[in-house]
């Protein structure tokens, strides 16, 4: 019996010492043991992270301008944080911009009824073509007054937008002559893209007229050389900052308001835009002996600095030491 049980023994020493030889070749393969061996080890290299899509985001923005007031703001919409200029809290008049607030109210009001084919007309071309008549038809319709309200309060149609919109800047235009003009309502960038947010959310127009809104914002048509006395072109600016890589990921959304006036002898220049990831304002004033495409290009190229990331950027590919054979 003694030499069976020596056999046996014998192979489970063979099986045993097989056992603990194999994660013992298996690190010296990898590294683990620094004492001889294959060194260095072949560490698994990960493979490169898809960049994420190109959006906007906040960065330094720097612009040669020349004129009384400039600033931009910028909401992530998906956390909705706000950032912009050190100024983004100050004010200027909205002008046309205001127009895409208006069509809002009076569409949300409607609820399920559907408007008259001449007020709809009038929206349509408020907001496409900045008329100023077809506004002004849909104002009165809301429920605006041209008139000043009683110890400086906004009219109804902009006290909902403060209210609805959680604006906290806006307030009624204080020029003599203009005061009760919704176009001179005052509005920082902050709350401009607080506005572009509530449309885009849905408060602004309500469930049934939301996307009709939106719709028309991105329809909106023609160059700042397409202007006419009561209207006119309102393509421009922000949406010519944007690269071809962000609006092919969904539409844009856009209003822009400009007049210049002659009581202060400047241009009053207000953008606005906004998709589903963001809500970017820039607003200013500058000379009126400059031209409108002064403004456009002011608007352009904070978008374009604020492209995350910049076009032509490198992407870095974590580096993991070469094994040694």
């Not at 609820?111 to 408020?126: N, R, W, Y």
């Not at 309102?234 to 092919?248: E, F, M, N, S, V």
């Not at 998709?275 to 970017?280: E, G, M, Q």
Request: with cysteine.
């Amino acid at each position: 019996m003694r030499p069976r049980v020596t056999m046996v023994l014998a192979i489970v020493a063979v099986l045993v010492g097989g056992v603990m030889l194999v994660p013992a070749a298996y690190a010296k393969f990898a590294g683990g043991n620094s004492e001889g061996g294959i060194g260095g080890g072949l560490v698994p290299v990960p493979s490169p992270t898809a960049p994420a899509p190109p959006t906007l985001a906040d960065a330094p923005v720097s612009v040669k301008f020349e004129g009384e007031f400039f600033s931009w703001a910028l909401m992530d919409r998906e956390t909705g944080t706000v950032t912009g200029a050190k100024n983004m809290n100050q004010t200027s008049s909205t002008e046309s911009m205001l127009k895409a607030w208006i069509v809002a109210d009076y569409l949300r009001q409607l609820g399920d009824k559907k408007p008259t084919a001449e007020l709809q007309k009038a929206a349509i071309l408020a907001i496409r073509n900045s008329d100023d008549d077809g506004a002004n038809r849909v104002y009165r319709e809301a429920g605006g007054s041209y008139r000043p309200q009683p110890g400086g309060k906004p009219d109804p149609v902009i006290a909902r937008a403060i209210q609805i919109c959680g604006l906290t800047d806006t307030r009624p235009g204080d020029v003599p002559e203009y005061k009760g003009w919704w176009s001179f309502t005052e509005m920082s960038p902050r709350d401009a893209v607080r506005l572009g947010d509530c449309i885009a959310d849905g408060r602004a127009a309500g469930p049934k007229w939301t996307k009709w809104l939106l719709s028309e914002m991105t329809k909106v048509a023609g160059s700042v050389k397409q202007q006419r006395e009561r209207s006119g072109g309102g393509r421009w600016g922000i949406i010519d900052g944007l690269p071809a890589t962000i609006k092919a990921q969904g539409p844009v959304h856009m209003k822009n308001g400009w007049t210049r006036l002659a009581y202060d002898k400047n241009w009053h220049v207000s953008c606005l835009a906004f998709t589903d990831k963001w809500s970017l304002s820039v607003m200013m004033r500058y000379p009126a002996r400059a031209s409108l495409s002064y403004g456009a290009e002011m608007c352009a190229s904070v978008a374009t600095q604020l492209v995350t990331p910049q076009p032509g950027a490198a992407l870095k590919v974590p580096q993991q030491p070469a094994g040694k054979l």
